[in-house]
């Protein structure tokens, strides 16, 4: 019996192309002055190498999970969000199937690796609404690696069900094992070429 889902974000309940298209490109551009306006932001830069602005860039370059990276990429896209300037995409099917779910009383949940302040923005300032009130919970990489199973494992310890009793849903193969390592249900989602367990929220049957 599944009585709690736990989503990922990219690829999953959102289009991989907004964020290597629009908040990417966004947080890229504004890094280096928003850095410099707001010098509060200092701890957060004392265990990044070299000329942090640099390396901030290079990482969103290579799309790295770097904790400090994630957490001013969340803070940047605050601004934007809070302006109007970026919307949340969130697919339709996922935003109705969640509500669907949260209605019959399933327990969601979110892990990304991006901040849990970006996760509460995206689906805050959606393209379906304000979504955060079907969340009971997120998680990000300060919880541990999505690859890893022990991640998984704390974060069903977090929520407070047995591992059997929460479904995973993922577009990365490598995530979905780790949590069927763990003990939990998964689903891989594939939008793009429909080889995974489903193409969309709408086929998933708890």
Same mark, same amino acid.
């Given at each position: 019996?599944?009585?709690?889902?736990?989503?990922?974000?990219?690829?999953t309940?959102?289009?991989?192309?907004?964020?290597?298209?629009?908040?990417?490109?966004y947080a890229?551009a504004?890094?280096?002055?928003?850095?410099?306006?707001?010098?509060?932001?200092?701890?957060m830069?004392?265990?990044?190498?070299?000329?942090?602005?640099?390396?901030?860039?290079?990482?969103?370059?290579?799309?790295?999970?770097?904790?400090?990276?994630?957490?001013?990429?969340?803070?940047?896209?605050?601004?934007?969000y809070?302006?109007?300037?970026?919307k949340?995409?969130?697919?339709?099917?996922?935003?109705?199937?969640?509500?669907r779910?949260?209605?019959?009383?399933?327990?969601?949940?979110?892990?990304?690796?991006?901040?849990?302040?970006?996760?509460?923005?995206?689906?805050?300032?959606s393209? *379906?609404?304000?979504?955060? @009130?079907?969340?009971?919970?997120? +998680?990000?990489?300060?919880?541990? &690696?999505?690859? #890893? $199973?022990?991640?998984?494992?704390?974060?069903? *310890?977090?929520?407070?069900? @047995?591992?059997e009793?929460?479904? +995973?849903?993922?577009?990365?193969? &490598?995530e979905? #094992? $780790?949590?069927?390592?763990a003990?939990?249900? *998964?689903?891989?989602?594939?939008?793009?070429?429909?080889?995974?367990?489903?193409?969309?929220f709408?086929e998933?049957?708890?």
């Open positions: 019996m599944v009585r709690a889902v736990l989503t990922d974000i990219e690829g309940t959102s289009s991989i192309a907004f964020v290597t298209d629009t908040l990417f490109p890229r504004r890094l280096a002055d928003w850095i410099a306006a707001h010098p509060e932001a200092a701890p830069l004392k265990d990044v190498p070299g000329d942090p602005v640099e390396t901030l860039t290079r990482w969103i370059d290579e799309d790295r999970k770097e904790t400090a990276l994630k957490t001013l990429q969340g803070l940047i896209w605050a601004e934007g809070a302006d109007g300037t970026l949340g995409h969130v697919y339709a099917d996922a935003a109705e199937t969640l509500r779910w949260h209605a019959d009383g399933i327990g969601l949940y979110v892990y990304s690796s991006g901040s849990v302040a970006a996760q509460k923005l995206i689906f805050g300032y393209n *379906a609404g304000d979504l955060t @009130p079907l969340f009971s919970g997120y +998680f990000d990489t300060t919880t541990g &690696p999505k690859k #890893e $199973a022990e991640s998984y494992r704390r974060i069903a *310890a977090e929520i407070g069900l @047995p591992v009793d929460i479904l +995973f849903l993922s577009d990365s193969m &490598p979905i #094992e $780790a949590a069927r390592e003990g939990l249900k *998964a689903c891989l989602v594939d939008r793009e070429a429909g080889e995974g367990d489903v193409a969309s709408a998933i049957a708890l």
